[in-house]
Structure formats: structure tokens, C-alpha cells
């Protein structure tokens, strides 16, 4: 049986061919083939990626860990108390920390935009993820429902023999009575 993709969105997705988007055609099409749709998303997204994206997700990876809060938070205590207590008269920042606080503010004006940077680029993978999701979702959909009509198909098969069995079981029942008739009649 030659299934086309225009028989197909038509049979399983009630649509003209016409209308189908390319990822329903890729899938109806996998579905013709009798090949697989679904891949290594995570393979094409580290494939795809160059080295200033590499560097900002590691950027951000790092930026948003507790080991990086943590250690932030001891780096700020040690040059306060270095330059409050230890350094109390020739401290190389004095409070209020005016050199501590511009370091602060290069590291936020270098960390944000990174962060955002590679937060972009997940949003990004993450509606190519869900568009393959759809993808692999509409295949299972449209193999089960392949299976489904096999399987109609089969008990259609099965009933249609019951039926012509029950036929010639009636018919052989009919020949035995009339020959059981032509025997009791008195002659």
C-alpha cells in the first residue's frame, strides 16, 4: 500500500496536506519511511556552540552557584576586616570601601550581561527542545494510531471468517436436519 503524506494528514490529522506545518511533514514523512525522529538534542546544541558561548554558559554556571555566593561572601568579609581591623591605619581601602565598591560594579557590569547572555541561549534551546517534543510526541501519536487500525484491520479479518465459518456450520446443520428428516418420514 503506497501512503503518501497528503493520505496521511488527511487520515490521522484531519487536514489538507497544504496546511501541515514542516515539522508535521518531517514526522508524517518519518512515519512513511519507518524512521526514527527523534535525536541527541543535547549533542546538537554542544555541536552548535562557539567558544565565546561556551565561556559565557561556564560564566554563568559558576556565577550562579553556591560555591561562587559562598566564596564571594568570605572574599567580602576578609577585605573588610583586613582593611577595618588588620590595616587600621594605612588600609589600602579605607571604609566605606570605595574601591571594593567600584570592583563590584565591573564584576556586575561584566557578570549581568553574560548571565543574560547565556540565559538567551537556553530559551532557545529550550523551544528547539520542545518543538522536537512535539515532534516525537506526533509520531508516537500517529504510530499508535497506525496500530490501532492494524488491529482493526485484524479483527475485521477474524470477524468476517467467524462469520463465513458460522455460515458453513449452518449450512452443514440444515443438511444434516433434512437428511435426518428424509430418514424419520414413513415410506
Not at 1 to 28: C, F, G, I, Q, Y
Not at 31 to 60: L, T, V
Not at 64 to 87: D, E, H, K, Q, R
Not at 143 to 157: C, F, P, S, T
Amino acid at each position: 500500500m503506497n501512503k503518501t503524506v497528503a493520505d496521511l494528514a488527511l487520515r490521522w490529522l484531519t487536514r489538507n496536506a497544504d496546511s501541515l506545518s514542516d515539522a508535521e511533514r518531517r514526522v508524517l514523512q518519518s512515519a512513511i519511511d519507518r524512521k526514527p525522529i527523534s535525536r541527541d538534542q543535547f549533542q546538537a546544541h554542544a555541536d552548535d556552540q562557539k567558544i565565546g558561548e561556551r565561556i559565557a554558559d561556564s560564566i554563568a554556571r559558576v556565577g550562579g552557584s553556591w560555591t561562587f555566593i559562598i566564596s564571594f561572601l568570605i572574599f567580602l568579609v576578609a577585605w573588610s576586616t583586613l582593611n577595618t581591623v588588620l590595616l587600621a591605619t594605612g588600609a589600602f581601602d579605607p571604609y566605606p570601601y570605595v574601591f571594593l565598591n567600584l570592583i563590584l560594579s565591573m564584576l556586575a557590569a561584566l557578570q549581568a550581561p553574560v548571565i543574560m547572555m547565556s540565559q538567551n541561549r537556553q530559551a532557545e534551546r529550550d523551544r528547539l527542545d520542545a518543538s522536537h517534543d512535539y515532534e516525537v510526541n506526533l509520531k508516537a501519536e500517529i504510530e499508535i494510531m497506525a496500530l490501532h487500525e492494524k488491529l482493526d484491520e485484524l479483527r475485521h479479518g477474524e470477524l468476517l471468517a467467524v462469520r463465513d465459518k458460522l455460515a458453513e456450520l449452518t449450512g452443514a446443520v440444515l443438511r444434516l436436519e433434512e437428511r435426518l428428516g428424509e430418514r424419520g418420514q414413513p415410506g
